[in-house]
């Protein structure tokens, strides 16, 4: 309840200044979309105070449940701006990067709270560590193969060559002229790129997700070695890795085919022709797409996986 009287505060502040709480492409969106926080926050500490009353009603909890997701889609943009602040680049609102965070502090209360009151059982009992299905691991596989792609696009700019008619110091030239850090210069300078740097990390995410070796830490980590990895460890990047990415990419998709067929133009952007920049948007947003909803599969299979069981399950077990 404390954090909802806090975003509905932090919406009223910037709609009263007139400040933009939503970014697209760099260019400011409505201001008064400040109500919008000010009205989840306001339904959020009102169904609060009566869940603290009346307890958690069925009804309460469909409310909380509906005000998570809302949450969670003001959350939306949280992924790009840690991956922007962690190679010292700026977002395009601190404003805004506040609102995808407050937001998702709010997705996590809000879901503790709508998931907190359940019926006394026995002991529960952690299941041993396994592997997802047969499905899960193929989407695995998808996810993992539709990087290659987009890393080699990018590898072959990091290494000076030419792409979709664009060369790596023509790209190069644009990452610095649209702010990137030094750090990420030097990278590419280095016949490196940082998002390659992340899909990489991207898929070692995912296959600890699905594989045995995600549920104990493996014998290199040291001390660590053999403890049971908490559940909360891998689920938290994956959630907010999957709920950004598979929009993304999934909409992306639609427009790059919706601009294939001529329905809708593709900006040309840096790019020196449509033609290129829709290459280009096949690649990245197809790659973003494939792996955002394979990583939610294989979420969603971790999360069953290592749910605690009761003792009554386990032993039917």
Not at 53 to 77: D, E, I, Q, T
Not at 111 to 140: C, D, N, W
Request: charge should be positive.
């Amino acid at each position: 309840m404390l954090w909802a009287v806090a975003y509905a505060g932090f919406g009223l502040a910037c709609a009263l200044s007139g400040t933009p709480l939503l970014y697209l492409g760099g260019a400011p969106g409505p201001s008064a979309l400040g109500w919008a926080v000010v009205a989840v926050g306001s339904l959020a500490a009102v169904t609060c105070c009566v869940v603290g009353r009346l307890g958690l009603r069925p009804a309460l909890r469909v409310v909380l449940w509906a005000v998570c997701l809302l949450s969670g889609l003001a959350a939306f943009g949280l992924l790009m701006d840690v991956i922007t602040l962690a190679f010292g680049q700026g977002v395009d609102s601190g404003v805004a990067a506040a609102n995808h965070a407050l937001a998702a502090v709010g997705v996590v209360l809000l879901a503790a709270t709508a998931r907190s009151v359940r019926r006394p059982s026995e002991a529960a009992v952690v299941r041993p560590p396994s592997a997802a299905s047969r499905s899960v691991q193929l989407a695995s596989c998808a996810g993992t193969v539709s990087f290659l792609p987009y890393a080699a696009m990018k590898l072959i700019w990091a290494s000076g060559g030419t792409f979709a008619g664009i060369s790596g110091e023509e790209m190069r030239a644009t990452s610095k002229r649209n702010g990137a850090s030094g750090f990420w210069l030097t990278l590419e300078s280095w016949g490196l790129d940082g998002t390659v740097l992340l899909a990489a990390l991207g898929v070692f995410l995912l296959w600890g997700l699905v594989r045995p070796w995600g549920q104990v830490f493996p014998r290199w980590t040291r001390w660590l070695s053999s403890r049971r990895v908490p559940r909360w460890l891998p689920l938290t990047p994956a959630l907010i890795g999957a709920a950004s990415l598979a929009p993304y990419g999934v909409l992306g998709v639609g427009y790059a085919a919706l601009a294939t067929t001529g329905v809708v133009t593709m900006p040309q952007g840096d790019f020196h022709s449509p033609s290129d920049a829709l290459l280009v948007a096949w690649i990245g947003l197809g790659a973003f797409a494939v792996y955002g909803v394979a990583l939610a599969v294989a979420a969603r299979s971790y999360w069953i996986r290592t749910h605690p069981v009761r003792q009554e399950h386990a032993n039917a077990e």
